[in-house]
Each structure stands twice: as structure tokens, then as C-alpha cells.
């Protein structure tokens, strides 16, 4: 009688963590009294979802940092300045690449950091693209837009 009721506390608690682990939230990009909002989205994600939707916000005066996968090795690169809808809104204020470091093998990927500083209350789009600038426009190519908000 013990035993069968360890199995049934194993087989509930296997049930809970199951259904536990299936139902996964959005992602929330959380905006600190500072003003300051980031995303960052690693490299692994571009090939399952070759365009990414982000959503942001800010307060007027406030920086939005941007940080996304890169792998210069393989040929690809971000653009080196966003496409933004209104730069009356926000503006870029940098954008560099932060490399993995020397303890790492060649060919490892890093990351390539933008900072957006808001200028004005309003909404605006931020589009962001990785792909190989010698290769036709239709070929492969992840891009990155970007809604934000500043209130």
C-alpha cells in the first residue's frame, strides 16, 4: 500500500513539472525606473525564426540597449547604423561588437550592442538586419524589428 502510494506522488509530481514546463510566457522587456529597457537576443535563435518582432518602451530621456548574436566569421554582419521610422523620436548613440574573448576557440560567436537614446514621447520602428553584404537581397538574411514606445 506504501509503495503504490509513492507511486502516485512520483506520477503527480512527473505531471505537474510536465505541465509545468509546456506552458512557457512571453518574454517581458522590463522597464526600470531609469528608463533604461534591453533585449538581447543570442545567435541561436535567428535560424529557427529568420524575423524577430520585439516590443520596448521607455521614458523621454531614456536609453534602449539592443544586444544581438553575431558571428562575423561566417561572412554575416548586422548593419553597422538601425533604420529608424523617426529619429526625432529615438536616435542611435552606439553600436559595437563585443567579441566572446580570448579564452574562447576562433569562430565563436559574440554579440554587436546598439544604444538608442529617446528623445521624445511617440512611437517608432527600429529595424535591424544580419546578412552577408556581397550576397543578393533575396538570399539568406535575419532581421530584427523593433516597436518602441516612449511615454
Not at 510566457?25 to 526600470?32: A, C, H, Y
Not at 537614446?117 to 552577408?132: D, I, M, N, P, Q
Request: charged share 20%; proline share 9%; with cysteine.
Amino acid at each position: 500500500m506504501k509503495r503504490v502510494k509513492w507511486y502516485l506522488v512520483l506520477l503527480l509530481v512527473g505531471i505537474l513539472l510536465f505541465v509545468g514546463g509546456c506552458t512557457e510566457e512571453p518574454p517581458v522587456i522590463p522597464v526600470t525606473p531609469t528608463g533604461y529597457s534591453d533585449v538581447c537576443i543570442p545567435i541561436g535563435e535567428f535560424p529557427n525564426q529568420p524575423h524577430i518582432d520585439v516590443v520596448m518602451s521607455t521614458v523621454v530621456g531614456g536609453e534602449l540597449t539592443v544586444t544581438l548574436g553575431s558571428n562575423p566569421t561566417t561572412g554575416f554582419q548586422w548593419l553597422e547604423d538601425a533604420e529608424i521610422s523617426d529619429e526625432s523620436i529615438i536616435k542611435q548613440v552606439s553600436h559595437e561588437f563585443v567579441g566572446p574573448g580570448i579564452d574562447k576557440p576562433p569562430g565563436t560567436p559574440g554579440e554587436e550592442v546598439w544604444t538608442f537614446k529617446a528623445l521624445k514621447k511617440g512611437t517608432v520602428t527600429t529595424f535591424l538586419e544580419y546578412s552577408r553584404p556581397w550576397i543578393e537581397e533575396d538570399a539568406d538574411h535575419w532581421t530584427v524589428t523593433i516597436t518602441t514606445t516612449i511615454k
